[in-house]
């Protein structure tokens, strides 16, 4: 059943704006902020005035040299989430068929409802490691799949694709006539080693990512859709339906960032570094919870705990064990309805390390009485 147009909003986004906040908070999915007065900036790096073209060519030539790719394939965006809206618009007629992963991160869900879109799924299955299965993408695509999207990593999960299933996606999609967006937010995430981008792997396939996650640039909102060059003329025309220009601010800073990526990735490497293990104790320690053990990503899946404890939580309780969290430990997660994943919660674990580890073992007291209620 459709919703009207009017009805369309996202959820979470609208919780995590008005209900994340707490005084620890692990829900959040990025690293923690990076303070930019770190970065050796002056005044005239960020003032000036913006020649106003598509794109800045400084900022393009940045963005295209760190994803290896042409400049020609970059098209700028307000963070992932404008690149996702922009790229799904630029390639979706009204009533065209998406195929979309579930679980999913719902904005772009209900991104791609407002824009008309008919929105089917394909199942990323615990029991397979939530892997992005060319065999259930086979089996849910139609004739009129315009567009299949997905994420890596997979949010909430962190599941990381292989390279191979990306390539039987791709070959799907291509007999199919339609295109794949895969948004890369995540895969940043890797650092040195982060395998190439999914742009590479065929014109079919369209790319979106940012700077937010892995590196704590959340507030420069640098995001990018890479595409064939075509297509990337067709989003930046989209683009100026929406808004003019970037923040030209933004964009100056943007290529500062970039240009001491080496030294964002490390101090991200170094906050990781401390926080996983920490993450991996609180697991090894609640073996029941964690749906996956990523190796890699910010985000992990786990089931709440249960009152019957070990086994799976009735639907609802995941719900009454964040309330639970947040109101008797002071601690933010996120409810795994939000991701179609109503038994789970999100945490995250790349904050500031203390708040980490105090988040962790507010989670485990919390955890033990919430079972024994
Ligand atoms: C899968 C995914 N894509 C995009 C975004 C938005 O990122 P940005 O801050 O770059 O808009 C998020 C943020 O949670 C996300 O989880």
Same mark, same amino acid.
């Given at each position: 059943?459709?919703?009207?147009?009017?009805?369309?909003?996202? #959820?979470?986004?609208?919780?995590?704006?008005?209900?994340?906040?707490?005084?620890?908070?692990?829900?959040?999915?990025?690293?923690?902020?990076?303070?930019?007065?770190?970065?050796?900036?002056?005044?005239?790096? #960020?003032?000036?005035? /913006?020649?106003?073209?598509?794109?800045?060519?400084?900022?393009?030539?940045?963005?295209?040299?760190?994803?290896?790719?042409?400049?020609?394939?970059?098209?700028?965006?307000?963070? %992932?989430?404008?690149?996702?809206?922009?790229?799904?618009?630029?390639?979706?007629?009204?009533?065209?068929?998406?195929?979309?992963?579930?679980?999913?991160?719902?904005?772009?869900?209900?991104?791609?409802?407002? @824009?008309?879109?008919? #929105?089917?799924?394909?199942?990323?299955?615990?029991?397979?490691?939530?892997?992005? =299965?060319?065999?259930?993408?086979?089996? %849910?695509?139609?004739?009129?799949?315009?567009?299949?999207?997905?994420?890596?990593?997979?949010?909430?999960?962190?599941?990381?694709?292989?390279?191979?299933?990306?390539?039987?996606?791709?070959?799907?999609?291509?007999?199919?006539?339609?295109?794949?967006?895969? +948004?890369? #937010?995540?895969?940043?995430?890797?650092?040195?080693?982060?395998?190439?981008?999914?742009?590479?792997?065929?014109?079919?396939?369209?790319?979106?990512?940012?700077?937010?996650?892995?590196?704590?640039?959340? /507030?420069?909102?640098?995001?990018?859709?890479?595409?064939?060059?075509?297509?990337?003329?067709?989003?930046?025309?989209?683009? =100026?339906?929406? /808004?003019?220009?970037?923040?030209?601010?933004?964009?100056?800073?943007?290529?500062?960032?970039?240009?001491?990526?080496?030294? @964002?990735?490390?101090?991200?490497?170094?906050?990781?570094?401390?926080?996983?293990?920490?993450?991996?104790?609180?697991?090894?320690?609640?073996?029941?919870?964690?749906?996956? !053990?990523?190796?890699?990503?910010?985000?992990?899946?786990?089931?709440?705990?249960?009152?019957?404890?070990?086994?799976?939580?009735?639907?609802?309780?995941?719900? =009454?064990?964040? +309330?639970?969290?947040?109101?008797?430990?002071?601690?933010?997660?996120?409810?795994?309805?939000?991701?179609?994943?109503?038994?789970?919660?999100?945490?995250?674990?790349?904050?500031?390390?203390?708040?980490?580890?105090?988040?962790?073992?507010?989670?485990?007291?919390?955890?033990?009485?919430?079972? !024994?209620?």
């Amino acid at each position: 059943m459709s919703v009207p147009r009017g009805q369309i909003e996202s #959820v979470y986004l609208h919780w995590a704006k008005l209900r994340s906040a707490a005084p620890v908070n692990l829900a959040t999915s990025a690293v923690a902020p990076f303070p930019l007065a770190e970065l050796p900036l002056r005044i005239e790096d #960020v003032v000036a005035h /913006d020649p106003g073209a598509y794109g800045y060519p400084p900022l393009q030539e940045r963005l295209a040299r760190y994803a290896g790719v042409d400049a020609e394939c970059v098209v700028a965006a307000p963070g %992932a989430s404008m690149a996702n809206y922009l790229a799904m618009a630029a390639v979706l007629e009204p009533g065209d068929e998406v195929l979309l992963e579930r679980p999913a991160y719902e904005p772009i869900l209900a991104a791609a409802r407002f @824009l008309g879109a008919e #929105v089917r799924r394909f199942e990323r299955r615990r029991q397979n490691g939530f892997r992005a =299965d060319p065999e259930e993408i086979e089996h %849910a695509i139609t004739p009129r799949t315009r567009l299949i999207v997905l994420a890596n990593l997979h949010n909430p999960t962190s599941a990381l694709a292989r390279e191979d299933d990306l390539r039987a996606l791709g070959a799907i999609a291509a007999r199919a006539g339609a295109r794949v967006l895969v +948004d890369e #937010v995540y895969l940043e995430g890797l650092y040195a080693r982060r395998p190439r981008t999914a742009f590479h792997l065929g014109s079919q396939f369209l790319v979106t990512s940012s700077l937010t996650k892995a590196f704590g640039l959340a /507030d420069l909102r640098c995001g990018w859709v890479l595409a064939e060059p075509s297509l990337a003329r067709r989003i930046w025309r989209v683009r =100026d339906l929406h /808004d003019v220009n970037s923040a030209h601010a933004a964009e100056r800073l943007a290529v500062v960032a970039l240009d001491h990526i080496d030294r @964002l990735a490390a101090r991200a490497e170094g906050l990781l570094a401390v926080n996983r293990p920490l993450a991996s104790r609180f697991l090894d320690a609640h073996p029941h919870l964690p749906l996956l !053990r990523p190796e890699f990503g910010n985000v992990i899946a786990l089931r709440a705990p249960s009152r019957n404890s070990g086994t799976d939580a009735p639907v609802g309780e995941a719900d =009454d064990f964040c +309330d639970f969290l947040r109101e008797r430990y002071e601690t933010a997660v996120v409810p795994g309805r939000f991701f179609e994943m109503p038994e789970c919660f999100r945490l995250g674990i790349g904050g500031e390390t203390a708040e980490l580890r105090e988040g962790l073992s507010r989670l485990a007291a919390a955890a033990e009485e919430f079972a !024994r209620r």
